[in-house]
C-alpha cells in the first residue's frame, strides 16, 4: 500500500472537512471543528482516511476516537459518482466533532500516480 505524505492527507482533508470557501475568507474556521483538533486528532485522521480510501469497500465506516482530546470522527468511501478520465477516484463521507463542533462533508478524491490522494471536488 501506498502511503501519501501525512501533511498532504492533513492540508487535503482540512477543505474537505471545511466545505467551500470564498478566497481570501477564511472565518469558516472559527466554526469548524477542526480548528479545535489536536496533533494527536490530525494524525488520527489521516490515518484513518488513508485506510478508508486505501482498503475501505464501499459504504464501509471507518471511525477515529481520542480520549484525551475528546475529539472524533469517522469516514465512508463509496464509488466516485462519475468517470474521471479513467482516474482511481472514490468519494469520501468525513464527520468531524470536537469541543462540542461537529462537521460532515463529502467529497470526491483521486489517487495520484505517486499515490497520494487529491481532492477533485
Same mark, same amino acid.
Given at each position: 500500500m501506498n502511503h501519501a505524505p501525512l501533511p498532504y492527507i492533513l492540508a487535503a482533508l482540512l477543505l474537505a472537512l471545511?466545505?467551500?470557501?470564498?478566497?481570501?475568507n477564511f472565518r469558516w474556521l472559527d466554526s =469548524? *471543528?477542526?480548528?479545535?483538533? =489536536? !496533533?494527536? !486528532?490530525? /494524525? @488520527?485522521? +489521516? /490515518?484513518? *482516511? /488513508?485506510? +478508508? @480510501?486505501?482498503?475501505?469497500? !464501499?459504504?464501509?465506516?471507518?471511525?477515529?476516537?481520542?480520549?484525551? =482530546?475528546n475529539s472524533s470522527g469517522s469516514m465512508m468511501p463509496g464509488a466516485a459518482d462519475s468517470a474521471f478520465d479513467g482516474k482511481d477516484c472514490r468519494r469520501l463521507e468525513i464527520e468531524s466533532q470536537a469541543k462540542g463542533v461537529s462537521g460532515k462533508s463529502t467529497h470526491t478524491l483521486c489517487r495520484q500516480p505517486d499515490g497520494d490522494w487529491k481532492i477533485l471536488r
Open positions: 471545511t466545505g467551500p470557501v470564498q478566497a481570501g =469548524s *471543528a477542526v480548528r479545535y483538533f =489536536s !496533533d494527536r !486528532d490530525w /494524525e @488520527l485522521f +489521516a /490515518e484513518t *482516511a /488513508e485506510q +478508508a @480510501l486505501g482498503e475501505g469497500k !464501499d459504504g464501509q465506516r471507518f471511525e477515529w476516537n481520542n480520549p484525551k =482530546s
